[in-house]
């Protein structure tokens, strides 16, 4: 309350110069008035333009944007290499989805189902099932199925997963 009285008298002070001022004076206060006041709209609006990207960062939209991103280009690269591979899937694009669902669930969480690892990856029965498999298990957490395997299965277990599948000239 006691810095409001010294302010208002402040700016009485100030009218009152104003008033004296001659007209090309008041023009010239008039005018840089407006252009700090644009100036601080203009700088305002830089900082909350800014924050944008910094509340995309803080929120994971800009991680998740990127993760799609990848994905998408990721199921392109896939889809591009089932062209060249020259073999044609035996199964659907269903039976890749639910394999890949069974695979992410046996590694996702607490513990590693191997068993479970070993069951779904006899599905595949030549390179072409193996990377429609592969692009529906996508890249949760930024990797793609090798790298989950890698993840969470031990040099045996990834011994046992190799064999299995080298039987379809995948090699991991």
């Avoid at 060249?84 to 269903?94: C, V």
Wanted: aromatic share 6%.
């Amino acid at each position: 309350m006691l810095g409001v009285l010294p302010a208002a008298m402040v700016a009485k002070k100030g009218v009152e110069k104003y008033r004296n001022l001659k007209p090309n004076q008041k023009k010239a206060v008039n005018l840089t008035g407006l252009a700090v006041g644009a100036l601080v709209l203009l700088m305002g609006y830089k900082l909350y333009s800014g924050m944008g990207e910094t509340f995309d960062v803080l929120t994971g939209k800009k991680k998740e944007e990127e993760r799609k991103h990848n994905e998408i280009v990721y199921k392109k690269e896939v889809a591009k290499e089932l062209v060249n591979n020259g073999q044609r899937p035996t199964l659907t694009q269903i039976e890749a989805k639910d394999t890949a669902q069974a695979l992410f669930v046996a590694m996702d969480g607490m513990g590693t189902d191997e068993a479970q690892i070993i069951a779904a990856l006899q599905i595949p029965k030549n390179k072409a099932d193996w990377l429609l498999i592969g692009a529906a298990f996508g890249l949760p957490d930024g990797l793609n199925l090798v790298g989950w395997l890698y993840k969470e299965l031990n040099a045996k277990e990834l011994r046992v997963i190799r064999a299995t599948l080298s039987k379809i000239n995948v090699k991991i």
